[in-house]
């Protein structure tokens, strides 16, 4: 590994101060081992830490850069908004911008604004279980929809990337209305729905999860959701905090749903939506999203809820990004989904490379689709760590966890991809070569 000796300074110092000396776990390099990068400046594809490396940033903010770091436009109508204040605590015109932009693009009839995914989705179940009356929910296991107390059981990303067993600071009883099922398996659902269709508020899915790796929808899989639901009286909530306006311009609700005709009753945004500042949204039917306090009975409130700064960096990001800028993003995905494979096929590492539009993992040491998280939970994630490592001392910046997805943006240009294919060899045989730790 190459020495880092700034970064090292920092994390001393936040270890002093901070929780493992991060902010968010997966941070922490925990499942990679070695000191945490920390990042100075972020310029188009490229990201420059306190050491003064660069490295071609594939993580994104963890999904947020569409359009690449420090957009010179994103950056001019920020400094705009920043000159006219930060903060009012009253509504603004941006606020109302961005929302008309995010119901003329997607299925939603009405919109509220919030600062986080979780916020989002916590929001969204408080509503789902005062618009039915109901307690029970559903959702799949390692599909992550933020650190809410009721969706934290079985869920994926950092929860998984720490090998944390349950739940702990979270009482059973919380819990206790969460059924959780196995991802893409209609009998499970149907089962569920069988046995418990009278008691269950609503469905909760990622539209394409991305938490325990990329791990696709069957064919009709979400429209079958929503058909279930309707017929049982339960509400459909689609998490499209990941996935919208990343995979495409109406998110993954445009791949198929609008295709084939069907809508999710509720819906949460987040990440491209901020334009990597702080803000998220939930939305869907106007009967049931005016259930919302000032309207309805359901209280749902946020100081900082549609501010005018985050607001303004979502706005210009969903309006920059052009259907040109979506067929790069596609290009430059299945590119480097390309790249990554020949390089593991060559050095006789087993794997499988799956995504959801230009959203995409790797599957290390299993050669089937993977379906579910415990298909998931089957890889050989032991071997990233030392591929994560020879790609980190070539300039290349990697999700540090198995199970996170690759994200690139509409500035990953040739350069940035040629640096990917020079570091791939000697990092795919790393990965052959990797031993499982005891």
Request: hydrophobic share 45%; glycine share 10%.
């Amino acid at each position: 590994m190459t020495p880092t000796p700034a970064s090292q300074k920092l994390f001393d110092r936040a270890l002093a101060v901070s929780p493992g000396g991060v902010n968010s776990p997966v941070r922490a390099f925990r499942a990679v081992g070695g000191t945490p990068i920390f990042m100075k400046s972020g310029s188009g594809a490229w990201l420059t830490d306190v050491d003064g490396k660069t490295y071609v940033d594939l993580v994104g903010s963890w999904g947020p850069m569409l359009l690449g770091h420090a957009h010179p436009e994103v950056l001019a109508a920020v400094d705009s908004a920043v000159a006219l204040g930060t903060s009012f605590g009253t509504p603004s015109e941006p606020e109302v911008l961005l929302a008309e932009e995010i119901v003329a693009r997607t299925s939603v009839d009405s919109v509220r604004l919030v600062s986080s995914g979780t916020e989002a989705t916590m929001s969204a179940i408080r509503l789902a279980r005062g618009f039915t009356g109901r307690d029970k929910i559903v959702k799949f296991a390692g599909c992550y929809h933020g650190h809410v107390d009721a969706l934290l059981a079985e869920a994926g990303s950092g929860v998984v990337t720490l090998g944390i067993p349950g739940t702990p600071g979270v009482p059973a009883h919380v819990t206790a209305d969460t059924i959780v099922l196995p991802f893409n398996d209609r009998a499970a659902v149907e089962a569920a729905f069988a046995e418990y269709g009278a008691e269950i508020a609503c469905l909760i899915t990622e539209a394409a999860p991305g938490n325990m790796g990329v791990v696709p929808p069957a064919p009709g899989f979400n429209a079958f959701l929503s058909e279930i639901c309707t017929a049982n009286g339960a509400l459909f909530i689609s998490d499209e905090v990941m996935t919208g306006f990343r995979v495409t311009s109406a998110g993954h609700w445009g791949v198929d749903g609008k295709v084939e005709g069907w809508s999710p009753d509720l819906v949460t945004f987040g990440k491209v939506m901020g334009g990597g500042f702080p803000a998220a949204a939930f939305g869907g039917r106007a009967d049931v999203m005016n259930l919302l306090a000032p309207v309805g009975p359901v209280y749902q409130a946020g100081t900082l809820s549609g501010n005018p700064i985050a607001t303004t960096a979502g706005l210009a990001t969903l309006k920059l990004a052009t259907p040109d800028s979506y067929g790069r993003l596609d290009a430059t995905s299945a590119e480097l989904q390309r790249l990554v494979g020949e390089a593991l096929t060559a050095e006789g590492v087993e794997h499988i490379v799956q995504n959801a539009g230009n959203m995409f993992s790797v599957f290390w040491g299993v050669t089937d689709r993977v379906a579910n998280f415990a298909d998931a939970q089957e890889q050989e994630a032991w071997r990233y760590k030392a591929f994560f490592h020879a790609m980190l001392d070539a300039g290349v910046y990697l999700p540090p966890s198995a199970f996170e997805c690759w994200f690139v943006s509409a500035a990953h240009d040739a350069e940035a991809l040629s640096r990917i294919a020079e570091a791939l060899p000697s990092a795919a045989r790393a990965a052959a070569r990797a031993e499982k730790d005891n």
